[in-house]
């Protein structure tokens, strides 16, 4: 995987045991409660132009540039969540943040985390436990759609839901 130079290459994951970071230095490294590194993988799902689902694929959420607020449009991918949640009976739901290229690298990475934290929020309201959500920003290191730097792409402004069993 390549990043563009000055790109943070870094993500903020946070379980119901607390906060990790990671960051790509030789592969994306996090480290554990008592601060032992471990290597963690973070898979991108393929693009997609809107919100999809099914079973066993991943749910996909879109954001307004510069913004972390759920669109009203979305709300109905939050109650299909829940409602896969109640069926599938997963073991873990991952929200991961994402942002486009548009902007301070930093300020990217903040805002895929604030996505993803209001997309917990908006699951935890429908009834899923907050220690079965893992949260994950990932800025602009893993878009959806690989763009040139500064490039607004709205297809990478999303938080995606995907779940284990």
């Not at 290459?9 to 996090?30: F, M």
């Not at 548009?102 to 209001?118: C, T």
Request: overall charge positive.
């Amino acid at each position: 995987m390549r990043y563009r130079q000055g790109a943070i290459a870094a993500c903020v994951v946070v379980t119901a045991g607390g906060l990790a970071a990671c960051a790509n230095h030789g592969g994306p490294r996090a480290a554990s409660a008592s601060g032992t590194p471990q290597t963690t993988s973070i898979v991108s799902p393929p693009p997609a132009a809107q919100a999809q689902s099914s079973a066993l694929q991943d749910l996909r959420l879109y954001f307004d540039s510069g913004r972390s607020q759920v669109r009203a449009d979305s709300r109905a991918v939050l109650d299909q969540a829940a409602r896969l949640f109640r069926e599938g009976d997963p073991l873990v739901m991952t929200v991961s943040g994402l942002a486009d290229s548009s902007g301070d690298p930093r300020r990217n990475l903040l805002l895929s985390q604030e996505r993803a934290a209001n997309v917990a929020r908006g699951l935890m309201d429908r009834g899923i436990p907050a220690a079965r959500l893992q949260l994950i920003a990932k800025g602009e290191s893993e878009p959806l759609v690989k763009t040139a730097d500064g490039v607004a792409q709205p297809e990478n402004r999303a938080v995606i839901i995907t779940w284990r069993k």
